[in-house]
Structure formats: C-alpha cells, structure tokens
C-alpha cells in the first residue's frame, strides 16, 4: 500500500500501560505497518514498552502523573481514572507539535487508535480534528458483562454479596453472578463510572477493533452491534492475523524453558501461569506445589518474583524443588508464552484466562484449567468451560487435591480428551477466520478502507 515507495500517512497507537493491553495494541501496530502505514506508539511511564524490540516505530512517552502510592495501590479504576486526567493536556501538546512539523506531508496523522480504557484520546481528537478508532482488548462477552454489572449496581441490584452468588445473571446466559468482572479491589463505585465513561465514547469514534473472532463469539458481537452505530470489526486474534510481531513484554523471558520443553514427550507438558498482576500468600503457593507434584506430570511453572505475598516464594519453591521434582519441573520467573503453547510437549494450560492467554491457547488447540482471579477472567473462564467447553474451572480455594485432580482430569481422562478434540477443533475454525476471505481477514480489508477514507 505503498506508494511510490513512501508510506500511506500516520497512525498514532495509544496503549493502556497494562501488558493484557500493550500486547495486543503492539500487535496491531505490526500488523496496520504491514499495510503501509507508519506507527507512532505514545504511551505513558507507567509500564512503557521497550521500543528496542519494534525498530520500525516510532515511541513517545508522555508524563502520567501517577505516584508510587497509585501504582501500588491495587485500586486499577481509579488508576486509570488518574490517567485520563493527567495524560489529556500532555497528548494535546505532543500531536499539536507533530501536526505543525508534518502538515502537508505524507507522513501526516491520519488517525488515533486508543485503548478503550484511555478514553480522554477522544476529547484531544476531536480539539485537534483527528479520526479516532477505539481498540477493545477483552472478549465482546466481557463488554457485555462489565455493562451489565454497572448497570446492577446503578439500580442497586448487585453488591459484592453476589461475588460468590451461583444465581444465572438475566440475559447473560451462562453467566452466574460470581463471573461477572468484579474489580479486584472490589470498589464497584469507582469501577462503574470507568466502565460509563468508555461506553460514553463507543458511537463518537468511527469504528471499533475487537482483539476476538466471530467463530468464538458470533451472539455477542451480534449483540453489540446491535446497540452502536459504528463498525464493531472483529480482527483477531492479532497475535495470529499479522506477521510474526516481537515480544512486548513487560517482564523479562526466561527462553531457557523452551530447552526443558523439547526433552519431554508430546502432550505430556502442564503448563502454568497465573499472568502477569495476580498473586498468591505462602500456602497458596504451597498448595499449588504440592497439586502439580502429587499430579506425577511434567510442569513448567511461572512464578514471578512478586508472585508470593509475603516473599516466601524462595523457601517454599527451593524445599520444593529439592524434595520431590527434580527434572520433573521446570520453575521460571516469567516464560515466552506463545512459543511454549505452540510446543509440541505442552498438552494442558493452567490458567488465570486473561482474554490474550485464553486466544493465545484456543489458536494451539490446548484444553485449560481455568483459576481465574478477577475482573474478565471470570467471563473468560465460564466461557471456557461452558460454552466452548475447551476447559475445566478450579472455582474454589487452591487445594492440592483438587488441582491434582484437575490436571489428572485434562491429561489422562477421556473427559480431558474430548476437551482436547474440541479444542483442535476450534483452532481448525479461527485458522479459516484468517485466512485470506476469512471475516477476520475481511475485517481487516473493512479497517484499512476505513483509515484510507480518512
């Protein structure tokens, strides 16, 4: 889409400082620079990615104003509220700059793509009459489910008595009360006003980039369009759609694992990780220990520095370790995800079901234990156990008997086979999404005419 060998104008991509965000938000940017435009990427300080591993972009940061205190305080809605008032007049400033310098040029803006969660883009748009595009980084059910739970607790018909409720939630079929997104630090007030505050931007932007397909989520995204105005272009997932994107990791890769990987036999592996903001007290990560020995399988186990509480984690793994594993484990502080569930060896995932590590282990075809701790990853996992039925969830207190149970249940058990097959299954389906004449594919086409008709 070049043209006389100069690029087709200026996208500015910016990210909520979240690795569940940044990775698909860079992923989108690998993927709309293959078609020819060049990328900007203004992102915050807070969790700003290493432009090192995206030589092709350009990277901006802007001030955030956020203390330690914020950062630390768990409190995600008010932290990104935080954001959308501090970053406004810093983003007007640097697009007002660029704008003066490239007028007239090939390489002017053409438009702002932004994170849902960053809203306070559309106001510094709409001052600098620039386009917008909103990319939305969780599962279209997730959307549904977050509108749903601000609207309950608007009427006053939701409190976090429900966060344990197995009552089915009215039109939100098979969702129970406990697996709506309820915020980690269960402050619904703050939570409900972020969640009105995005859904105030979804008919002012010119369309809306989903990171999810219609063969996973056909009803929802029906649903939704339903409701706006606007083009909902479902176009992932992103990490399978594009070209092979670097990593964007926040936390460094341990690669070493994938040398383990390759001396175990096929589907043999039980791969763990809670991602990259949950973590667990000491007997937790005893229990969990004791879960994936008694299990007699092969493990690879994340467990970041900061994973333990109360910064046991070196006592309990290293007694661990040296009783019972052996050559059996392999225990890194963080591991390249895509590449060890793309491995031969690895035959289940435990998972908390972030939405990307959900799509990142439906497109290897690998079933799932589900230990969902907050927010979408309720959703995610109800959805992996109950509507696509690729998975099992872990719905209480981590106890080693029952995570001994569970793993047996996925690799050994017929019960562990069919979620296998269907889990194949639905890989086979998104590899024809996206495939050239795929809708994910066809989406893709619908948003490049959409900027170039900017």
């Not at 889409?1 to 991509?13: D, P």
């Not at 690795?19 to 992923?27: A, D, F, K, V």
């Amino acid at each position: 889409m070049e043209k006389n060998g100069q690029r087709c104008g200026r996208l500015v991509l910016l990210p909520c400082p979240f690795q569940g965000h940044i990775n698909p938000m860079l992923q989108l940017g690998t993927i709309l620079h293959s078609k020819g435009f060049s990328i900007t990427i203004v992102h915050t300080q807070f969790n700003s990615p290493n432009p090192s591993n995206h030589p092709n972009f350009k990277f901006n940061t802007i001030p955030d104003g956020l203390s330690a205190e914020d950062i630390s305080s768990g409190d995600i809605a008010s932290l990104i509220q935080k954001l959308n008032v501090n970053c406004k007049s810093h983003l007007q400033e640097y697009l007002s700059q660029i704008m003066i310098g490239r007028q007239g040029s090939h390489d002017d803006i053409v438009c702002i793509i932004y994170d849902e969660l960053m809203y306070f883009t559309e106001a510094v748009a709409n001052f600098l009459k620039l386009p917008t595009i909103i990319l939305r980084t969780t599962s279209a059910a997730t959307l549904l489910a977050r509108t749903t739970l601000a609207q309950l607790r608007v009427e006053g018909l939701v409190s976090f008595r429900d966060f344990v409720s197995q009552d089915l939630v009215p039109n939100l079929l098979p969702l129970r009360f406990k697996d709506l997104p309820f915020p980690l630090n269960r402050n619904l007030e703050n939570f409900t006003q972020l969640i009105n505050d995005t859904y105030k931007m979804r008919t002012s932007s010119s369309a809306v980039i989903w990171n999810t397909t219609d063969c996973l989520e056909r009803s929802s995204l029906a649903c939704i369009q339903q409701q706006w105005e606007v083009p909902n272009l479902p176009i992932g997932p992103m990490h399978k759609l594009g070209p092979a994107s670097p990593s964007s990791s926040l936390l460094k890769e341990d690669t070493n694992c994938m040398a383990w990987l390759g001396k175990q036999t096929k589907n043999s592996v039980i791969y763990v990780s809670l991602g990259s903001i949950a973590s667990m007290n000491e007997k937790e990560l005893a229990e969990m220990a004791w879960g994936l020995a008694n299990s007699q399988k092969p493990f690879l186990w994340v467990v970041r520095p900061d994973s333990s509480t109360n910064g046991k984690r070196n006592k309990v793994l290293s007694q661990f370790y040296k009783e019972t594993v052996g050559e059996r484990g392999c225990i890194v502080n963080w591991a390249p995800q895509k590449e060890v569930l793309a491995h031969s060896a690895v035959g289940g995932f435990l998972s908390h079901c972030g939405w990307n590590s959900t799509l990142e282990s439906i497109c290897e075809g690998i079933p799932m234990i589900c230990k969902p701790c907050f927010g979408d990853q309720r959703v995610n996992a109800r959805y992996v156990s109950h509507v696509w039925k690729v998975g099992l969830e872990l719905e209480n207190e981590l106890v080693r008997c029952e995570i001994e149970k569970a793993i047996t249940m996925l690799m050994a058990d017929k019960e562990g086979e069919a979620m296998r097959e269907r889990a194949k299954n639905l890989k086979e389906k998104i590899e024809l999404c996206i495939k050239e004449g795929g809708s994910c594919n066809n989406s893709l086409n619908k948003l490049v005419e959409i900027i170039m008709s900017f």
